[in-house]
């Protein structure tokens, strides 16, 4: 192979990796701006990544998560909407849709997405949570404040599932003394290593 025909082949397939890193970055952008409360900016790269995808599901629910913070309700129950159906079992979906047709004070459809929540198989502290507010909505009109309060509530409670899911996928690193590692007996002045049973 000539060094002409190696920089050809090595500009191809560096052009495509770019190719690929392009369609993945608009997602990962607005995942991060979303993350940042940046919401116009995630708007927009979920908007981007909807163009080469119309049907991807996590850039929809992406997209109606930026509308949803911009107390954008419409635009974010068509969102939210075509996500849950591209995906009926997806939890922060469908609680997101909830929150929307409750901001839109349609409690009866924020009621029926709650129990569908429910029976996902979500985190029973969730689904006990969706529970009680679809019972709520059921009793009749409420207030704004009231269902500013819903909302919360449970925007809190998907922020804990959110954290507590990161947590448990972000890698462990235990940074103590040397001889704590050592240990064989898995033993310190702490109590028990945490990452495993003590050996007999």
């Known amino acids: ?36 409360g940046r919401y116009v900016e995630a708007e927009a790269r979920f908007r981007d990544a909807l163009a080469d995808d119309p049907a991807r599901a996590d850039a929809l629910l992406g997209l109606g998560l930026a509308q949803y913070h911009q107390d954008s309700f419409p635009a974010a129950v068509g969102s939210l909407g075509r996500a849950v159906l591209a995906v009926p079992d997806h939890a922060e979906a469908r609680l997101y849709l909830a929150l929307t047709y409750l901001a839109l ?10 129990d569908t929540l429910a ?10 949570q969706a529970g009680r507010a679809a019972a709520l909505l059921r009793l009749g009109a409420l207030s704004a404040e009231t269902r500013a309060f819903v909302r919360k509530s449970l925007e809190d409670e998907a922020d804990w599932q959110r954290e507590l899911l990161e947590a448990r996928r972000a890698p462990h690193v235990y940074l103590g003394p040397a001889w704590f ?4 007996a898995g033993w310190s002045p702490l109590g028990w290593y945490p990452y495993g049973a003590p050996r007999p």
């Not at 050809?8 to 993350?35: D, I, K």
């Not at 004070?105 to 709650?114: H, I, K, V, W």
């Not at 029976?119 to 006990?128: D, F, N, Q, T």
């Open 119 to 128: 029976g996902l198989g979500v985190h029973p502290r969730i689904a006990a």
């Open 181 to 184: 590692v050592h240990d064989p």
């Open 105 to 114: 004070e349609d409690q009866g459809t924020a009621a029926r997405q709650l």
């Open 1 to 36: 192979m000539t060094p002409t025909v190696r920089r050809w082949e090595a500009g191809l397939v560096a052009g495509f990796v770019l190719l690929l890193a392009g369609c993945a970055t608009a997602y990962q952008h607005g995942q991060t701006a979303l993350r940042e």
